[in-house]
């Protein structure tokens, strides 16, 4: 079993920058793929980003890439989200996912473990 646990949303201006963080504890973190998804209102989940085990290989949706960067420290644990030029359509509940995988995907069936959730909301 993997329990992950999303930390770091908040409330912040349009073109402002805010950090999701995700700690896991459970089962061996560094050798699967993770990745953040977001959903909001009214709306379906959807990828955000990806990273593959080791860090080397990432993936971005095109709404996000340059402006976000994931990144992972597996000596801790830990999945990040750094979100920047935040725009009122980021806002949304961001999930952190595990995918027992070594392969990075971008598909959210792919993905066995789940945080709680943490709300991002974005002022215009």
């Known amino acids: 079993q993997v329990r992950l646990v999303d930390s770091g949303g908040g409330l912040v201006q349009a073109g402002g920058s805010l950090r999701l963080s995700c700690a896991a504890s459970?089962?061996?973190?560094?050798?699967?793929?993770v990745g953040w998804f977001r959903q909001a209102p009214g709306k379906e989940r959807e990828f955000v980003a990806a990273?593959?085990?080791?860090?080397?290989?990432?993936y971005y949706a095109d709404s996000v890439k340059g402006r976000f960067t994931i990144s992972r420290d597996n000596a801790k644990k830990s999945l990040y989200l750094q979100m920047n030029n935040l725009k009122p359509e980021d806002t949304a509940v961001y999930y952190c996912?595990?995918?027992?995988?070594?392969?990075?995907?971008?598909?959210?069936?792919?993905?066995?473990?789940w945080g709680q959730g943490t709300q991002v909301t974005v002022s215009s």
């Open positions: 996912a595990l995918a027992e995988s070594v392969i990075i995907t971008t598909r959210e069936d792919r993905y066995d473990y």
């Open positions: 990273i593959k085990w080791n860090g080397d290989s990432t």
């Open positions: 459970g089962r061996t973190f560094s050798t699967y793929t």
